[in-house]
């Protein structure tokens, strides 16, 4: 597609259930990137992949969160036992390079757990 | 943590006014990125400015950089109902992975 594409749009579940966010880069990126923006807030970073490799996840909160990127090409971020807390819109980007600043964004999904 | 700090957090205007808004830290960075984001949408870049001292205009948009890479500031002038958003300013982490956002600042133009 033309731009980084996440689905659900929306996602809507109840504490403790397991959910999995999916993002789909732009075609040929190599770099990837998740961020969780609360309300308020800016995005915070969350992990980053370069390839198929986690090459940093020092931003992942705690060892609920967990992402994948299997192909080298589409992530799934997946959170375990999900608590109130974990409320918010989960963004996905990509760049051609490890160039952070040349990163594109996706529309996010926003996570409501009740 | 390298600390965005952005001002104000909330503006309401009306449309042709102009507004300046703000994002400051202690530390230097490489460069300072500003966004803008819409309501159910992702951030959008803006610029990019890597130079101390450099500013950068996009149409009505006027970007400076601090002379020391620690602040920058964004200039609207005649501001119309299409600017309301979200006007985030990042700058890149020490790991070079990753970027630091401010709070960002909430942008409502009034027509």
């Known amino acids: 597609g033309a731009g980084v594409s996440q689905t659900p749009s929306n996602k809507v579940t109840e504490k403790g259930k397991y959910v999995e966010l999916r993002c789909d880069p732009i075609s040929g990126h190599t770099a990837l990137y998740w961020y969780r923006q609360s309300l308020g807030q800016g995005p915070e970073f969350l992990i980053y992949?370069?390839?198929?490799?986690?090459?940093?996840d020092s931003g992942l909160p705690n060892d609920r969160f967990f992402a994948v990127r299997p192909e080298g090409s589409v992530s799934t971020l997946k959170i375990q036992r999900t608590e109130r807390g974990d409320s918010a819109v989960y963004l996905c980007?990509?760049?051609?390079?490890?160039?952070?600043?040349?990163?594109?964004f996706g529309q996010g999904t926003r996570l409501t757990v009740v | 943590t390298q600390l965005l700090e952005q001002s104000p957090q909330f503006l309401s205007i009306q449309e042709g006014e102009n507004l300046t808004v703000y994002c400051n830290s202690s530390?230097?960075?490489?460069?300072l990125q500003w966004y803008r984001q819409e309501p159910g949408e992702g951030p959008v870049l803006l610029v990019t400015?890597?130079?101390?001292?450099e500013v950068k205009k996009l149409k009505r948009l006027t970007f400076q950089f601090g002379d020391a890479r620690k602040d920058s500031s964004l200039h609207i002038t005649a501001a119309q109902p299409g600017d309301t958003g979200l006007y985030l300013c990042?700058?890149?982490?020490?790991?070079?992975?990753?970027?630091?956002f401010g709070k960002g600042t909430s942008l409502l133009v009034t027509p």
């Open positions: 980007a990509s760049s051609l390079s490890a160039t952070v600043t040349e990163a594109f």
């Open positions: 530390s230097v960075f490489s460069s």
């Open positions: 400015v890597v130079t101390g001292g």
């Open positions: 992949f370069q390839g198929t490799g986690a090459a940093d």
């Open positions: 990042a700058g890149e982490s020490n790991s070079g992975y990753a970027l630091n």
